[in-house]
């Protein structure tokens, strides 16, 4: 019975977690790239710009000024594809 627990005990330390596996690549585009797609959606200025890890992936996160306003776009940081776009709430806190 030992031997069962310590089988299935390495088992579980070998197995990959997959979001684990997905922090660790490397990004296929930079944040000036990404930073020059959000920019074309929302024109404005950038006043926060971060990778993290959302969802299913890693993604470059842009809060862009548009006069009173927060557009808050997010660029996939392997494909380039946008994968949010919306506006904040005023006096929102991320």
């Known amino acids: 019975m030992k031997?069962?627990?310590?089988i299935a005990a390495i088992a579980l330390v070998a197995t990959v977690n997959p979001a684990a596996a997905a922090r660790k690549a490397a990004p296929k585009l930079s944040m000036a790239q990404a930073r020059a797609i959000a920019l074309k959606i929302a024109p404005?200025?950038?006043?926060d710009a971060e990778y993290e890890y959302e969802g299913h992936?890693?993604?470059?996160?842009?809060?862009?000024a548009q006069g009173p306003r927060i557009h808050?776009?997010?660029v996939d940081?392997?494909?380039g594809a946008i994968v949010e776009n919306s506006f904040e709430r005023p006096g929102a806190k991320d």
Do not use: H, Q
């Open 72 to 74: 808050e776009i997010g």
């Open 57 to 64: 992936g890693w993604r470059y996160s842009f809060d862009i």
């Open 3 to 6: 031997n069962l627990a310590l």
């Open 44 to 47: 404005g200025r950038v006043k």
């Open 77 to 79: 940081a392997m494909t």
